[in-house]
Structure formats: C-alpha cells, structure tokens
C-alpha cells in the first residue's frame, strides 16, 4: 500500500525494453486438488515470491523483471489467456527525472562565492503530492534567518521576495515536552504551510532532532524517482508554480546559510551582504517497466466481452536502510499477500466446473509504491475497453492482524454512489460464507485522515466511474519495514479472504446486470471532467 504524500513521495533505476523472459516456475507442475484457493498454496508462492531472492521487488529494476517473470511463467503453466499489448506484458513507460549538472545553489558576497552541492548540502523537494504544481525551479534573492519559525518569528525579517533559512528545530530554552513537536516531520510541514503565503523567493528548511533523517530519505526517494510524466520542471514554466523553491539541508558549524558563529541563537535576522541563487534543471531518463494482465474468458456469448477484474501491486520497496542486520524489504504483506491471492484465483477459475459467464481479468500493478504508476496507465491505457469492467476488486495488504475482520473501502468512498450497489453483493457474499467477516467501514470515506481510499490501485478505476471495492486487513508494526516477512503471515486468513473474493467474483460474473444504480451509469468521460 503507498504511503500518503507528507511533501514529496518521489523515489535509480535500469531500463529494459523487452518484456523479461520467464523463468521456469519451480511451481509450474504443482496440482491443487481444492477448487477454491487454499492455505497451502498461498504459503508455497508467497515464500519464493517474497523472498530476499527477489530483493524487494523495487519498480524499474530487475528484481520487479524477475517478478513478473515469476507470474507469467505460473499464468503460462495454467493456461490462461494472456491480456497485455506484449503477451501476458502491459508495457508501462516510465521516466526517471534526475537533476542534471546544471543544478547549482550559491552563496555570494562581495567578497566571495561559495557553492552548495545539490543532493549532498541541500536537497530539492520536487513533488508536493496531490496533484499539485511543482515548486518553483528557481530562486533568488537576499538571505533573510528566520530562527526557528516560532511564535511571530516569520514578522521580524522581511519575507518577500527574500530566500529565508529556518530550522526545523527547538530553540535552546524550550521545555522538554515542547521539543519533540517543535522538531517532528510534521513541524516541517506546519512551517511552510506558515511561509509559502508570505511569497518568499525561496525557502530553506534546516532540519535538526527526530527531523534530521527526512533529508536524506528524500534524497533517496529522489534518487530513485520514477513518474509517468506529466507537468515536470523542464516543461512547467515557473511563472506558473505558486509555490516558491523548497530545500532542505541540515545547520552545520560554519554553514554561509546560518549567521556567522551560530551556536543555537534563534533571534531572526537578514544576513547582510549575502544573497542566495538556486537553480533547478531535470533530465529524463526512460526506464521501462510492465504490468501482468490475464484473462479467463466467460462462457456467455453476451457477457463474455464484460469483466470483473482482481488487482493487487507486486512492486514493492526494495533496498533499505539496514534495519536489524538486513536491508532487503520483502513486502510480504505488502502487496505479496494480494499478488499470490490473485494466483490462487486465476487457477481456481481456471479449472473450476462451470466458468463463470463474465470474463474475469487479472492485473498485477507495478509502480503502486511510486504513485499509484501502473494502475494509472492501465486505466488510462486499457487492454479491454474500460467500460467493459463491470467491477474491480483490489486486495492489498490482506494477510495480517484479527483473523475475523476484514476492512472494507469503496461503496461509501467512491463518488456518485458508483460501488454502493457492488457493497451491497459484497455484504450479501460474506454472510453466505461459512465463517463470514466482520467487515471494518472505518477507512470507507475520501475524508478519513489516513486517506486509504487514495492509496491504492483501486483509486484509479474509481476516478474512471468503475465501480470498486477494496479488501485489507490493515496496518501494522511491519508495514514499509524489512520485518514484513512471510513468516508473519497468517495463511488461513490470507486463504479466508481469497474465498470471499472467489465468492464475490464468480456471483458478479453470473450476474446478470451490473452492480451499479441506473442513476450512476454515467461514461467514464463523464467521470474525469
């Protein structure tokens, strides 16, 4: 599952540009007798499939190659149709945006010129998350401290039109149970929130505390960005970014950003004779990545060209900051639970008596960690026409936590009522299984602080008027950690939740009509104006 935006959720990566070739499964000959997914079969792929052999499974690199490769050679052993423009492949073009050379942040005084290494002493925020317009790519302008951006701080030095330097930190004198707050990630936030209206040139925010790792986690993030284009700083013209340049950096003895001979000192002051030119300049580098699309054709001549689709994501994060002795992040839960449910789906449908009569079609995002990347270019890009897709069913995250409850996102959170008729079959699913779920509705509202209807691959089938739901069992200590493992799993539960999904899957295929209220038929041009 993503990660809200806090500020930038950017995240280098090798380039392919033929789809990778699959590797014999060593499961590829494995029978299952059950015609409903099994524990049993869910442990045996999800133990190679998070596994520190495919490295976390990062978008854009060869670990996620080799994990798609993995899924096409099981999707090629059960016979199923492929789906993608290449074969079982949907290839997702991606760009990585790199600073270029030309990137340069100065400190000039009469006297001299000093010059601020990009990545190493000050690190570009180039995404502020939420679709919105970048920082601006340039700045200039007298240095003006600003302390620690407390109290009425930001009045005591003029603001506009000057770059200001404040810390992200506690004055000297402050009481400990004030000190944390004043130096957490979110104080970062809080701050800029108080300046960007002032419209400075620029800021730079000086990161001290529990704070002082949010650099460098952006500058990785950076490092490893990928986007699926759009509006960038190459093509934005500033003129059109209300936002000013945002960089963060860390106060170092000496620093020409910090009055001379600082020491803690918060009192704002300009820095007489100093100005600061910053100056931001991208390059874009191709990086090619795929999305796994799979079909199991309907046996209804007039419902066989509709869909109900399963998705989950099969990147996850990667390489990490050692945490514990190791630095590979498995996501076992995250989103390797969903990735083998939706095999154990594919194979139950696949050999099951009496095919459904709806197509079913299976899509395994990439790129979900990056933004949401793969389920936004399928949607924009299907390989079946959109409105073909009766309903989509996300899972994410759906292995851990209480074994009788289950979270439930969609009927409520979708706008104009789109998936309320499709909850209403999920209710009527679950109650005709043998141990039905208690269905958490908690995260079901685009308003709900946590933003979970936001932060899956279901969102962007939601946006395109299909109607959605999305399975999770939730949260936990683990989560983004390298200590989400498949060890952790509870496999009943993971098997549990793939019932109701096969449930809910073979009564939307039979059905009929689709889940959706005549009112909410709208086209799904309609829905994105």
């Known amino acids: 599952m993503g990660k809200p935006y806090l500020g930038m959720a950017l995240f280098l990566a090798g380039c392919s540009a033929a789809p990778p070739t699959p590797s014999p499964s060593p499961f590829a000959s494995a029978t299952v007798a059950s015609p409903v997914p099994t524990a049993d079969e869910l442990k045996r792929d999800l133990t190679v499939f998070a596994s520190d052999s495919f490295r976390g499974r990062e978008t ?34 991606l760009v990585h945006p790199a600073l270029s050379g030309a990137t340069r942040f100065t400190v000039s005084t009469p006297a001299r010129t000093t010059t601020l290494l990009p990545m190493i002493d000050l690190v570009p925020i180039l995404d502020l998350g939420g679709g919105e317009p970048p920082p601006k790519a340039t700045a200039e302008g007298p240095l003006v401290f600003a302390g620690y951006g407390v109290e ?9 039109g000057h770059v200001v330097v404040v810390v992200n930190g506690a004055p000297p004198r402050t009481r400990p149970n004030e000190r944390a707050a004043l130096e957490s990630e979110s104080a970062i936030t809080a701050r800029l929130e108080r300046l960007i209206p002032l419209h400075p040139s620029g800021i730079i925010v000086l990161l001290t505390g529990s704070s002082t790792d949010v650099g460098a986690r952006i500058g990785r993030e950076l490092s490893r960005a990928l986007t699926l284009g759009g509006p960038s700083l190459d093509v934005l013209p500033d003129g059109e970014r209300p936002v000013p340049m945002i960089l963060i950096g860390r106060p170092s003895a000496g620093s020409p950003l910090l009055p001379a001979g600082w020491t803690g000192d918060g009192t704002p002051r300009v820095l007489r004779g100093k100005r600061f030119t910053g100056h931001i300049e991208l390059r874009q580098e191709p990086v090619m990545s795929y999305n796994v699309v799979a079909i199991v054709p309907g046996t209804d001549a007039a419902l066989r060209r509709t869909y109900v689709a399963f998705g989950a994501h099969y990147d996850h ?13 498995d996501g076992a839960d995250d989103d390797g639970s969903g990735s083998v449910a939706l095999l154990a789906l594919a194979r139950a ?40 897709i009766v309903a989509q069913i996300n899972a994410d995250m759906i292995g851990r936590n209480n074994p009788e409850s289950l979270y439930v996102v969609g009927p409520m959170a979708a706008p104009h009522g789109q998936s309320r008729v499709l909850g209403a079959v999920v209710d009527s699913v679950n109650r005709a299984l043998a141990h039905p779920f208690t269905f ?3 995260w079901d509202s685009p308003t709900h602080p946590e933003q979970i209807y936001y932060r899956s691959d279901h969102y962007n089938y939601a946006r395109m008027g299909v109607p959605i739901v999305f399975f999770t069992s939730g949260m936990h200590a683990d989560y983004h950690r390298v200590t989400d493992t498949p060890a952790k799993i509870d496999y009943d539960k993971l098997a549990h939740v793939d019932v109701l999904m096969f449930d809910l899957g073979t009564a939307l295929a039979n059905r009929a009509t689709r889940p959706v209220e005549q009112q909410s038929l709208v086209t799904a041009k309609d829905r994105t104006k």
Do not use: C, M
Request: aromatic fraction near 10%; glycine fraction near 12%.
């Open 60 to 93: 854009g690199t060869n670990d996620e190659r080799r994990a798609a490769a993995f899924l096409v050679s099981r999707l090629t052993a059960l016979g199923l149709t492929p789906g993608g423009d290449s074969g079982y492949y949907q290839r997702v073009p």
């Open 152 to 160: 009425d701080d930001f009045t005591k030095v003029p603001i506009k």
């Open 317 to 329: 994060l990667g390489i990490v900051p050692t945490d514990h002795g190791d630095s590979i992040a």
């Open 349 to 388: 449908f696949a050999t099951s008596r009496g095919a459904p009569r709806r197509s079913i079609l299976f899509v395994w995002h990439v790129g979900e960690e990056k933004g949401l990347l793969g389920s936004s270019y399928f949607t924009e890009h299907p390989t079946v026409p959109i409105d073909s």
């Open 440 to 442: 958490n509705r908690e």
